[in-house]
């Protein structure tokens, strides 16, 4: 049987390295001949047409190149069940199948397409609390005092030249388009400088 194997990390941190070589041992353990190898460094919440990889893969799939796509887990084809049914829609089109080495999935049977689909949403369900969690303690953090964002470093002709353009009257904002300054900044050298 021809095979693809579809591979993906979040950042250029990770590695795909070693999603690569469990799935080469499973094609060879299944006596699959691997024709070809899709990679990317890309966020799995991003859509097909953000994913050059994995839209090579399913031109390719169109094109007939394999009949199994061999990935290293669900959440590597896409974090969200919107995307992933995407995807295994256009695959299940072409009569082409995934085979997720993490779950044991192999959408070519019928428990394993219905098995794919429930991991599907668990895997959207998953992103979805850490992203709440995410949210919880950036509010905690900013209730703590916490600062985000890069810290404008304020210089002493930054302030001569907030006070002079305050001292001809012009407004807080005007004075940041002027200077091209965040207008928090100009507010924080007024209110330090009493003007």
């Known amino acids: 049987m021809k095979v693809a194997i579809y ?55 169109s094109r007939r190149k394999f009949d199994k796509v061999v990935i290293w887990s669900v959440d590597r084809v896409a974090r969200s069940m919107k ?38 949403i668990f895997a959207e369900l998953e992103n979805n609390l850490r992203s709440e969690r995410q949210k919880i303690g950036i509010k905690r953090a900013l209730d703590n005092g916490a600062q985000f964002g890069r810290k404008t470093i304020i210089d002493d002709v930054m302030i001569n030249n907030v006070v002079q353009e305050r001292e001809k009257g012009l407004s807080i904002r005007k004075i940041a388009d002027e200077l091209d300054l965040n207008r928090g900044v100009v507010l924080k050298i007024c209110q330090t400088n009493q003007i």
């Open 7 to 61: 591979t993906r990390v979040s950042t250029s941190q990770q590695t795909v390295q070693n999603q690569l070589l469990e799935l080469y041992e499973v094609c060879e353990r299944n006596d699959w001949t691997v024709v070809e190898e899709y990679s990317e460094v890309i966020s799995g919440t991003k859509g097909v047409e953000e994913r050059s990889e994995l839209e090579r893969m399913l031109i390719d799939a």
């Open 83 to 120: 995307h992933l049914i995407q995807v295994l829609s256009q695959l299940d089109d072409l009569d082409i199948d995934i085979y997720s080495y993490k779950q044991g999935i192999d959408t070519s049977t019928t428990m394993g397409k219905s098995f794919f689909h429930m991991v599907g």
